[in-house]
Nanobody
Framework: QVQLVESGGGLVPPGGSLRLSCAASGSIRRVNSRGWYRQAPGKGRESVAVIDSNGNEGYAQFVKGRFAISRDNAKNTVYLQMNSLKPEDTAVYYC??????????WGQGTQVTVSS
């Protein structure tokens, strides 16, 4: 059974940075894409960033130029570098792995709070 374990969340002042990590335990084959969603209080879940099997990256407009997604295939880990954080970035961040022909795997979520 594959599990995704997230880390790196926390409290940071506006303008600060955080780096989220999402490590997958177990072997995952035929990965189509990996990425991050977030959910703020009282709001629906929204896509933040994605990286596909070819390394192509995609970002939500509201994080372009501030966030960067990357991966380390050897470590089975995907990262989200978040810079110039704003209070509206406060949310629970979830990583996922989309596998061809299988249900998507999700992490348990990590809280990011941007506040002075």
């Amino acid at each position: 059974q594959v599990q995704l374990v997230e880390s790196g969340g926390g409290l940071v002042p506006p303008g600060g940075s955080l780096r989220l990590s999402c490590a997958a335990s177990g072997s995952i084959r035929r990965v189509n894409s990996r990425g991050w969603y977030r959910q703020a209080p009282g709001k629906g879940r929204e896509s933040v960033a994605v990286i596909d099997s070819n390394g192509n990256e995609g970002y939500a407009q509201f994080v372009k130029g501030r966030f960067a997604i990357s991966r380390d295939n050897a470590k089975n880990t995907v990262y989200l570098q978040m810079n110039s954080l704003k209070p509206e970035d406060t949310a629970v961040y979830y990583c996922y792995v989309q596998v061809l022909g299988q249900p998507t795997y999700w992490g348990q979520g990590t809280q990011v709070t941007v506040s002075s």
